[in-house]
């Protein structure tokens, strides 16, 4: 049996990677249509490091990382088994509900339970995404 940490080891969660053919098409879709915003844009030696994020915690956000063996391109949109990739909050689910169907954004079991009102979305690879708007 693995002894219990009584206090955490960690100050905070940093990035969530997230494996894309074209980080260009990644960041227009976190960015233009979920209102994402860059955090750290650089591309030092040929590697392009993108980190995006919501407001928030201030540094937690994804890192949109470019699928670079065939490993990795082939777990784009699948890095999870279809199983969802974040959850997202938000204090009002009816605008954002709305606004994903404008932009042709595939949603889906949207639903009130006790505790929340949430809904399925997928980004531009099929990730799945999950919005709360917890009570």
Request: charge should be negative; include cysteine.
């Amino acid at each position: 049996m693995t002894p219990r940490v009584d206090k955490s080891l960690f100050s905070a969660l940093g990035r969530v990677v997230v494996l894309v053919h074209d980080p260009d098409a990644a960041l227009a879709f976190y960015r233009d249509i979920l209102g994402f915003s860059v955090l750290h844009d650089q591309t030092p030696d040929g590697y392009r490091y993108l980190h995006i994020g919501v407001s928030g915690p201030e540094g937690v956000g994804l890192w949109l990382m470019t699928a670079t063996t065939d490993r990795e391109r082939e777990l784009v949109g699948q890095q999870c088994g279809g199983q969802p990739l974040l959850v997202l909050y938000t204090n009002d689910l009816e605008p954002v509900s709305k606004h994903l169907r404008e932009h042709g954004v595939r949603v889906w079991n949207e639903r009130k339970d006790t505790g929340s009102w949430s809904l399925h979305f997928a980004d531009l690879y099929g990730n799945v995404i999950v919005v709360a708007q917890l009570h």
